[in-house]
């Protein structure tokens, strides 16, 4: 090691040290005590400054780094603990109404209509939900839409960005062609279409059949909720986007989209009013996190209902993002020791991923049903891998909007022998003590024999996906066979045939649990998540130890190419705006 690299290290460690006591520094100011709830208050839920996660995290706020570095990161709220503080405060007398502002809303389709059912059932128990928007998205219009009145600002330049949903599929293709990578793709499901992406430069007929279908599917459901909230048609909804009538605050009160259009102070003296004070200075408002800090129940409880989330891409490994095979394993097999868990839900909202990953899952699952039961609750994504390790649960609730199904494998194998030849201009000579020591190599395409193995590995993979099925679902396996070939399903479709039991959120898994186990009394079980999520200075040195970041979609393919590897997962992401 030369001496510029040993004070290269030296250097770094150093900064590092610094910058790791200054975060410390920060984390340790967040906090603990409990926030106060006012009396005659108002709760404030600005969706800028709240993500609503699968589950609650300690963070929000400014983490100060040195002295000179600042992060202004959104407060992060579990579905559950947002449904629970919204049923406190509905009951709560020092509660007047919400306050809900969506401009900034950004979730997943699924976590954003449970939410938006939460909201729907504080106004059910009496409460008033008064919406804001300046520039409304699909997403944050969908969420204003549940309440009872829809105020928007009146000002020249309020955009609107209401235009339905949209899924875009990329292909790289002609991208690699030019680069003389040739990616060899082996699937079975006509529909499996992840591949595609690297393998052709436009979508199947299949791939095109099955996308529409699930973009339609969605908006269904999306567009009939709002029109429901609004009073007005599904068509008339339609007819103002597709006919691009959203153009200014007027047009969405001539749609009756909106009840009313306030500038920001004529929005305070509105707020002061409902609040039945003189001026807006006296409002007092509250966080909906505060909120919940403040009312969070601290169950004595015995007995527990586990809630284990799969949140994120199933990976090999240990890692602590995602949901690394290892990790999770052992966390299912903590909770299959602890004599006081009486029933499991199983929170999937997981694309999929690795194959042999998922197996582990499985199998720790398959151990943990002979002893408890489990009741799998689906959120955004309950497709490929996330559906391969939940399907034999012995209760499935999905959202209608959940991307579920897509019951198919794929492999991909890069050829690079091109670019090394004609890009590069290096020659590589193998010398292999069998014939097919270089199969793997990258440096050469499968011949016709290892393509046929790579198949034959492919083709056990997917039997067994099926046979999994069958029997997790009482189908026979030519029926499951119809409906899998990598196809991806909404929520609402796969009840149709028989992938799931029951539409319903996480409460009503919850709620279903309690019952198998014994007692439908919620109040008597303690309600406890796996894993648990990571501290604030957790999350912060999963950063500079390389968390993921969000990268270009082309980059992020090339890397995903880097080494073979067999995959049950979602050929794509949907969210809206």
Known sequence: MTLAVICGVLITSIICTIFCFSVIGSVASFGTAR?????????????????????????????????????????????????????????????????????????????????????????????????????????????????????????????????????????????????????????????????EMYSRNSASPENMDQTRSMVNSLWETLSGEIAESRSISVEELNAAIDGLRLVGPEDFLECRLADELLTREELRHKLADLAVVEDFKDVKMIGLKDYWLARASKKTVKDKIAIIYADGEIIDGDAVQEVAGDRFAREIAKVRADSSVKAVVLRVNSPGGSVLASEKIKAELDLLKAD??????????????????????????????????????????????????????????????????????????????????????????????????????????????????????????????????????LQDAIAYAARVAGNEDLSAWKIVGYPAPETPFEQILSQISGGREDEDVILAGLKNLAEPKTVARLPYEISFR
């Open 35 to 195: 926030p106060s709830v006012p009396k005659d208050a108002v709760l404030k839920i600005d969706m800028s400054r709240l993500s609503i996660t699968e589950q609650t995290a300690e963070s929000g706020g400014i983490v100060s780094i040195g002295t000179s570095i600042s992060i202004d990161t959104p407060e992060q709220l579990g579905l559950l603990d947002a449904a629970e503080a919204l049923e406190k405060a509905a009951q709560d007398p020092c509660i007047k109404y919400a306050f809900l502002k969506v401009d900034g809303t950004s979730a997943g389709i699924s976590t954003l209509r449970e939410f938006r059912k939460s909201l729907e059932n504080f106004r059910a128990a009496g409460k008033a939900v008064i919406a804001y928007t300046e520039s409304p998205s699909t997403g944050s219009y969908y969420l204003a839409s549940a309440a009872d009145k829809v105020y928007m600002s009146p000002h020249l330049g309020t955009s609107s960005y209401i235009t339905g949903i949209s899924a875009r599929l990329t292909f790289l293709k002609d991208l690699l062609d030019k680069l003389g990578v040739n990616v060899q793709l082996i699937r079975h499901g006509k529909y499996k279409s992840a591949g």
């Open 372 to 505: 408890k039961p489990i009741v799998a609750s689906y959120g955004d994504y309950a497709a490929s891998g996330g559906y391969w390790i939940s399907n034999n649960a012995d209760y499935i609730f999905s959202n209608p909007t959940t991307l579920t199904g897509s019951i198919g494998v794929f492999a991909m194998v890069p050829d690079f022998s091109k670019t090394i030849k004609d890009v590069a201009h290096v020659t590589v000579t193998p010398v292999n003590s069998n014939e097919h020591g270089d199969m793997f190599s990258l440096t050469r395409p499968f011949d016709e024999r290892e393509y046929e193995f790579m198949k034959s590995s492919i083709e056990r993979v997917y039997d067994k996906f099926v046979s999994m099925v069958s029997a997790g679902r009482s189908m026979e396996p030519a029926e499951v066979d119809e409906i899998a070939q990598g196809r991806v399903w909404t929520g609402s479709q796969a009840l149709e045939i028989g992938l799931v039991d029951e539409l319903g959120t």
